[in-house]
Structure formats: C-alpha cells, structure tokens
C-alpha cells in the first residue's frame, strides 16, 4: 500500500495476493508515556475572548450516487484489482460519514480524509481506504484515517471508504461503503498549502490537546470548534482542550474533528483537522503484558538497526498476538502507517508461553530516509476475554536535527 509521507506511493499493490489486510486502526494517537512520537509544539498563550458556538468549518464531504462514479472506481473494480472476491454482508456496522480537512487540495499536495463510523462493530471487521492507481489497478490504506496525495494531474478523484471482514482465501465481506470525490486543481503561486492555514496538534495527556494555528496571514480572531459541541474563540493563534472521559459502551477509539476559522485584515481562513482519543484500561487492572526492550549496539549501520523485545504474560492469563502497526514519523510530523503480521516484523527467538516470547525487530536501512525522525511499533492482540492488550516501543529514533549556520539564530 502507498506511503503517506512525503514519499507518497510506497504502498501501492499490485495484482498479486488474495489476501485481506486484516487491520485495525492506526493512529497517530498514542497512549501515555509514549510522548515521542507526539509533535512537541508549544501553544502561544491563550486569551479566551468569549465562548460562544463556533461555525462549522469542515468540509464534509457528500457520498456519491453508484451512476456517477467511473468504472475503474467502483466496488467491484477495485475488488478485482486487488485481487479479490467481493462479498456484500448485510451488517449493523455503518458508515456515518467522511470529512477532509480542506474542501480542495492542488496538485501534489496531501488532503487528509477522515470517517466517521456508528452501528455494532463485528469481531474481526477492519477499515480501509481504496482507489485507483495511477500506477497499479487499486491503493490501498488500513485505518479510519487517510492522508491522500493528490496526484500531478488535475481532476476529480474517488476513494472509497469500506468496512470489512476476511472470509477466508480470497473471499472478503464488504459491510459497508461510501465513496467520495476530489476535487484537485492546479494552483497559482500563493494558493497551495504553504500559504494556506494549518492547525499543529499536540497531545497533552490521554483527553487533553493543544491547537495552534500555523499561517503566513496573520489573524486577530480564532474560532475553534473541537468536535464534540463544545467551542471556544480566542485572540491569540493557541488553544487547548479536554475532550470528555470515555463512556461506558463507546469505542475504544473516539475521533472528533476540529475546525478553525481565523480572521484578520486579509480576510478568512478556515481549515479542519482531526484527533483521535483512545480509552485506557482502569487503573487499577493488572497488565494484560509487560514489555522490556533492550537496543543492540555494535552493530554495522548498514545492517540497520535492532531491538531485542521481550514480553512476559503474567499467569492466568493468556494473550494472542494478531499484528504490528509500523509508524514512521517524518521531522515535519508526517505520518506513515503500515500494518504487518507479528511475526513479519517480529523474529521470535523463544517461546515464553501464554502469548510471552523473546525475539528482535529490525530497521533496516532501506526503510529509513533521511525525513525520518522516529519509528514506532506497536504490537496489538487480545487476551482470552477478548479485550485488546497493545504494547509499543521505538525501534529507530534518530539525532535531532541541527540547524544550517545560516538558518541559526544570531548570537546575542
């Protein structure tokens, strides 16, 4: 499946494997305690003005009637570019709707869609994007989220958003599914994203969040509307907020999706960005694991870089492992997203039991370009009551950046 970094198209498929990518979620979201990976952006103080209701800047975007959308583009092509059989499933699982983060994206650039999903999740269902190939027959991206780089050439576009179940073999069940469109233009000097309005998130804890507003035009005014009804309107380009504790019978992963409008004497801007909130066990519940990792040093740099993993699986207790989340985090905080079997990644060396083991994970050179600022896996698998057990580590971590003698602040 293509990349989502500034690489872009790493992840494309080709006609080959039959095989469903059975995937979870993959977010940027992170649990406590692994704040490297989240962005390190310090807000302007805030000065609220006033709280009032803030109107809704995202573009949410309209699914699309069947008899519009081109043949490459439809359930049953991109089934069979994937190498496919399709299964329709009837199913309570549903798709309540797909958002973007900017209305139109030029050509080249990166616009981020995000669903929305409601119903009873099934054992086993995953989400996915999938769309045509500029290159291949079918891309595809696991998750409820997708960083999509628009292609060269102006046009209208579709992705396709589905919900789905491995039937075994070749045979995939498709519970539901919304396609969208588009739009990409061809941008004049000042209309790409460069000079467009960004929001910079960072996480402060497991509900709270900070925003800060990134523009070339500065504002005198930021509305923000945090997703979950509540808004607030500020005179300075920072703002924070706590989204509400997990509620008995929500998912485990909440997203929300944040809406900006600043104002300032060259008009308005307005942009959309979306942040995920992961619910974590009670305090006082056992670990349903517990991870040690050792970094191996000595190693020649062209044999990339290993750790050696540990995890133990406390008795009474019993754990399967199902798959690992790859991240790798570019300087500018993109975000690459690759789901693997676990033991793809991870070369067990001894069997623990009950789910335990001792192994090692590799980074081999090849995967690391030098935009890469941090690599993170998280392994994912359930316990015998069924309840997810998650651990993550960092398996390449690299030198902070230094700045060009020209780019270094003047001494004082």
Known sequence: MSSVGPGGRGRRLLLASGVLLSVAIAWVLLRDGESSLRPTVTPAPERVAEVTPAPAVRARLRPLAPDVVPPAATGAALSAALNEERVEVSSSARIEGIDADRPWVCTGELLTLSARTGGEAEPGMVSRWVWPGSETGAEL????????????????????????????????????????????????????????????????????????????????????????????????????????????GEPDVRSFTVSLSARGAEGEQTVTT?????????????????????????????????????????????????????????????????????????TVEQDL????????????????RPDVKQVIDFLHGRDAKGQEVSLSWASYKAEPQRASPSERPPPK
């Open 141 to 248: 991206q696991p998750g409820a989220r997708l960083p999509w780089r628009a292609p060269a050439t102006a046009g209208r576009y579709f992705v396709r958003f589905q919900l789905c179940k491995d039937l075994g073999g070749r045979r995939v069940g498709v519970l539901a599914e919304q396609v969208v469109s588009i739009d990409v233009r061809t941008c004049g000097p000042d209309e790409g994203q460069a000079h467009a309005l960004r929001v910079e998130v960072s996480q402060r804890g497991n509900e709270a969040f900070s925003f800060r507003a990134v523009s070339p035009k500065p504002a005198t005014t930021y509305r923000w509307d945090f997703g979950d009804g509540s808004s607030t309107v500020t005179t300075e380009p920072g703002a924070t907020h706590a989204y509400a504790a997990q509620a008995p």
């Open 274 to 346: 979306f942040v995920q909130v992961r619910a974590q066990p009670p305090s006082d519940a056992p670990p349903g694991a517990i991870l040690k990792v050792e970094r191996v040093t000595g190693r020649a740099a062209s044999e990339g870089w290993r750790s050696q993993v540990q995890v133990d699986v406390p008795e009474g207790s019993d754990v399967t492992w199902e798959r690992v989340e790859r991240l790798t985090v570019t300087w500018d905080d993109q975000v690459d997203v690759r789901t693997s079997g676990w033991r793809e990644v991870i």
């Open 353 to 368: 039991g009950r789910g335990g083991f001792r192994g090692h994970v590799t980074v081999l050179p090849s995967d690391v």
